[in-house]
């Protein structure tokens, strides 16, 4: 707990030992005091008023400042209202009793709120306190606000990568688990990028900054979380704007209660029925039991701990409303490439009656000086250190292949055209991919499929998000048909639109919400060339979006990693907060009511009031609790 918060819960024990004390003070007889005899029930209202003060002084204080700038209807100053008139009336236990359980509930909600906030804040933490700069020959540690692009930093190990840059040296591990959530540390080496909010686990790194902090990820994110609060769901909206409404409103009718049928009975000529104190009483009653605190306390809460529960899993939601948008989630529209597949090339088979071994060796051999993605994924599928200089007199044949000189045998490795130009005899394949044919003096060997390939929880996921309830999935891609057709079938997707243009995206997807008969419709995609889908989109989410600018700028939920398992996480997560708010409203009114009704009718007293106020807040708060896990 905070000093505050200790220091409240100090209050309320001495109030409590205070106000033990006083329940066995007599309610009737005689004093002596200073030769007077005074009434038992004056002294005891007296002593009452000292586990009062010391309990809740603070919210007659709030009380009366928000009475003097003109905020009258708020829970302090229904709770001074309903006290101060308890104690009016000689109801000494339950004004106190109201108080105390009031602020044993304030205190449990003020640890729930800090509880939440820590799970968000915790990202705080990835804020660098210093880069090591080299400067003059020598690294100085200076903030990571003064660390200039093109400079050299130096990250030992146990310390936070402060700027986003590319190693130069070094080689080891890193942890990235506060931006993706995940725990596996990601192996680091020389020329791979590093991203800002990483802690080095092993090896010394020098790293070029390529990013001015205000730029970098961790800035981004932060900006990100900050003002996330600001973006409001509508059911956060509806419960504020209710709760202005419906506070005036109880106070009116609290005071209707209290004096319409005195009056009416005193007109009726029964005048000690009217001065009864039974209607003040249900009229202070009714104040307690209509505090909204619990809706205007655990509507937020649910929302923040969604929130927060999210962020531990590397799933960054800008706001509520996000939150709850995607809690409906009926339409998911994929971009493909980063997004449903890896997004790099890979060997997928290859094709030959001999040794397919050899055939990727062979492959690898001719396309041993050529940096191609296509070449560098052959190199990688065959697995063995290919030696240059065994590879002479390389030709590059444009928009067909390669020819080359490889110990001493012609070898060709390229399109069927390169083929047919050669006159080596083969046949077409129809295969999903790029299609590398291979052949050596003459003689056709065989065939590499390459292709981007699927993630390995893709069709996982698809199957997951069926299960969570959704109607319709699509694909938007510019990859060519038959490429996004094998994609749709693999994945079992509703809907492929292919051959896209950045601007035809936009163009389906307006299509697609002009379609849509209720729900929301959810894009995901890598965040790097799907900023106008993703803000156009219901709900906009970049996947596997660390340390890409657009991605945080465009999309409205930020999955840290490729992990595709995220996406159906993210809705399970939003659904689990819709269904807690829910729980919360639907609880709160029903018991307010109840207790509302029965109070009027005479059938519960100040201390059911108290539990359909605090009772009920605490209870509220605890199930909001829930959305953190």
């Known amino acids: 707990m905070t000093r505050k918060q200790k220091r409240n819960l100090k209050r309320i024990v001495a109030s409590s030992a205070l106000f ?41 204080r709030k009380a009366f400042l928000n009475i003097i700038h003109g905020q009258l209807f708020d829970e302090n100053f229904l ?129 070029e900054v390529k990013k001015e902090y205000g730029e970098s990820t961790v800035a981004k994110i932060l900006e990100m979380v900050e003002t996330s609060s600001m973006r409001k769901a509508k059911t956060e909206n509806f419960i504020t704007r209710f709760a202005r409404i419906y506070t005036p409103a109880v106070v009116v009718t609290a005071l209707i209660v209290a004096f319409l049928p005195q009056l009416v009975l005193f007109f009726l000529g029964q005048s000690e029925a009217a001065f009864s104190t039974m209607w003040l009483s249900k009229a202070l009653s009714f104040l307690v039991v209509s505090c909204p605190c619990a809706l205007v306390i655990s509507v937020p809460l649910s929302f923040f701990g969604g929130i927060g529960g999210a962020s531990a899993k590397g799933i960054l939601i800008k706001g509520s409303s996000y939150l709850e948008a995607l809690s409906d989630a009926e339409i998911c529209v994929f971009d493909k490439t980063g997004t449903l597949t890896k997004g790099e090339f890979e060997v997928t088979e290859p094709v030959c009656d001999g040794d397919k071994k050899e055939l990727l060796r062979i492959a690898a051999q001719a396309e041993a000086h050529s940096n191609h993605p296509i070449a560098q994924s052959i190199r990688r599928a065959c697995g063995e250190e290919i030696d240059p200089s065994a590879v002479t007199d390389v030709t590059e044949v444009p928009g067909r292949g390669i020819k080359a000189d490889v110990d001493g045998k012609i070898t060709l490795a390229g399109n069927i055209a390169l083929m047919k130009e050669n006159n080596i005899k083969c046949d077409k394949l129809d295969k999903n991919g790029s299609i590398v044919y291979v052949a050596q003096n003459g003689q056709y060997l065989g065939a590499v499929v390459i292709a981007d390939t699927l993630k390995d929880n893709a069709r996982e996921m698809m199957a997951e998000l069926t299960r969570l309830g959704v109607k319709q999935t699509i694909m938007l891609t510019g990859d060519t048909e038959k490429a996004a057709k094998y994609a749709a079938d693999e994945l079992g997707l509703d809907k492929v639109y292919h051959s896209l243009l950045p601007g035809d995206k936009v163009k389906k997807l307006e299509e697609i919400l002009s379609e849509k008969k209720r729900g929301s419709v959810v894009y995901t995609g890598d965040g790097v060339n799907d900023a106008p889908v993703l803000k156009l989109a219901d709900v906009g989410i970049a996947m596997g979006a660390m340390g890409s600018d657009a991605a945080i700028e465009a999309a409205d939920i930020v999955l840290m990693d490729d992990d595709a398992a995220k996406l159906p996480l993210a809705i399970r997560i939003a659904k689990k907060t819709m269904r807690i708010v829910k729980e919360n409203i639907v609880f709160s009114l029903v018991v307010k009511i109840g207790v509302l009704l029965l109070t009027l009718f005479g059938m519960a007293n100040m201390w059911q009031a108290v539990f359909a106020d605090v009772g009920v807040m605490v209870i509220a708060v605890i199930n909001a609790m829930r959305a953190l896990k």
């Open 20 to 60: 033990v004390l006083c329940l066995f003070i007599p309610s009737d007889g005689t004093v002596g005091v200073f030769g007077a005899e005074i009434l038992w029930k004056y002294v005891r209202g007296v002593l009452f008023l000292a586990p009062y003060i010391v309990v809740g002084y603070d919210v007659l």
């Open 79 to 207: 709770m001074a209202l309903a006290t101060i008139g308890a104690l009016a009336i000689g109801e000494y236990p339950e004004a106190v009793f109201v108080m105390l359980f009031y602020q044993v509930g304030e205190l449990f909600q003020s640890i729930a709120v800090g509880k939440s906030r820590r799970s968000i804040t915790e990202l705080m933490d990835i804020c660098p306190e210093f880069a090591r700069v080299e400067r003059g020959g020598e690294y100085v540690e200076v903030s990571p606000e003064e660390a200039k692009v093109g400079e050299k930093i130096l990250i030992k190990p146990g310390e936070r990568v402060p700027l986003d840059g590319k190693i130069i040296k070094g080689l080891g591990s890193m942890d990235t688990s506060a931006l993706t959530g995940e725990s596996m540390p990601r192996d680091i080496s020389e020329g791979d990028d590093v991203i800002s909010g990483c802690i080095s686990l092993t090896g010394l790194f020098e790293v």
